[in-house]
């Protein structure tokens, strides 16, 4: 969580690794995906900051300013990432829809692709949301479904899967409803 100016600066480096550099105005002119990626990050990561440490008459203005510009770039890009849910080192590397939901807790070094929807209800009938932990060093392909409490670090998620229990530490789940695929030892 994003706490003082230190941590901005280390959670927007952190970012800042997975990709090549910043936008140019080339991308500011062609208004392409990593323009729309590294701006909706750079929202985020403030909108936390100013969420965290808004205190007196400017601290809440800035946090007014702040999360009309979050926003906008959340459904400009369609990327529903709320503030303080994910850890640094968050990587999207293509604009598309997601949503993560507002109890999520994602860890670091996370990578997220389109269509990745990551909520969890307690059942049918009740829309009362509870927490969903994912660890660090997790992967997300492509349309997966996340439904679960619990993921454990290191794992990857098939494309389209939709992970209904808890994955362990170090796995790789695929499928629908998601299995953990067997190890192969050579």
């Not at 440490?53 to 369609?78: E, N, W």
Request: hydrophobic share 35%; with cysteine.
């Amino acid at each position: 969580m994003i706490k003082s100016k230190k941590d901005l600066e280390y959670y927007l480096s952190e970012d800042r690794k997975h990709y090549k550099s910043k936008p140019t105005w080339i991308d500011w002119l062609l208004k392409s995906d990593f323009y729309y990626i590294w701006n909706f990050l750079t929202a985020l990561r403030w909108m936390e900051y100013r969420t965290n440490t808004a205190r007196g008459f400017m601290g809440r203005i800035m946090l007014k300013y702040q999360t009309i510009r979050f926003y906008h770039l959340m459904h400009k890009t369609q990327m529903y990432i709320y503030p303080n849910v994910c850890g640094p080192g968050l990587y999207i590397p293509h604009k598309g829809y997601m949503l993560i939901s507002s109890q999520g807790e994602i860890g670091m070094n996370c990578t997220i692709r389109p269509g990745t929807l990551i909520a969890s209800n307690l059942g049918p009938g009740n829309n009362k949301l509870r927490k969903v932990i994912v660890g660090d060093n997790v992967e997300f392909s492509a349309g997966c479904k996340i439904l679960c409490k619990k993921i454990g670090n290191n794992v990857s998620v098939g494309p389209n899967a939709v992970v209904s229990k808890n994955v362990p530490d170090n796995s790789i789940v695929m499928g629908n409803p998601a299995d953990i695929v067997p190890k192969i030892g050579f």
